[in-house]
Nanobody, 126 residues
Framework: QVQLVESGGGLVQAGGSLRLSCAAS????????MAWFRQAPGKEREFVAG????????YGAGPNEGRFTISRDNVKNTLYLQMNSLKLEDTGVYYC???????????????????WGQGTQVTVSS
């Protein structure tokens, strides 16, 4: 059974940093794209960042201000999201996801991802 378990969320002041982790189990995802999405209250889930099996990355237009860095450790089957200079608008539930197949392209729609974690809450306060 595939499981994605996010951790690292919490309450942080604006300007602070957090590092999210996503541990995958149940199968090996070394060859699959992975991504982070987030969902703010009352809003749709949006793409934050994605990464290919070889480490190529892409970022969403909103968060993509050089503040976030996605990475992965294929040995540990773990995905990371380093978030710096956090802003109030970064608040939301952050979800880890795995794509349907290996691809050199990073997709940004939720329907392009097959497996999802339960999410980790990130709250940025002023």
């Amino acid at each position: 059974q595939v499981q994605l378990v996010e951790s690292g969320g919490g309450l942080v002041q604006a300007g602070g940093s957090l590092r999210l982790s996503c541990a995958a189990s149940g199968r090996t995802f070394n060859e699959y794209n992975m991504a982070w999405f987030r969902q703010a209250p009352g809003k749709e889930r949006e793409f934050v960042a994605g990464i290919t099996w070889s480490g190529g990355s892409a970022y969403g237009a909103g968060p993509n201000e050089g503040r976030f860095t996605i990475s992965r450790d294929n040995v540990k089957n773990t995905l990371y999201l380093q978030m710096n200079s956090l802003k109030l608008e970064d608040t939301g539930v952050y979800y880890c996801s795995v794509g349907w197949s290996a691809s050199g392209l990073i997709f940004r729609a939720t329907t392009d991802y097959a497996y999802w974690g339960q999410g980790t809450q990130v709250t940025v306060s002023s």
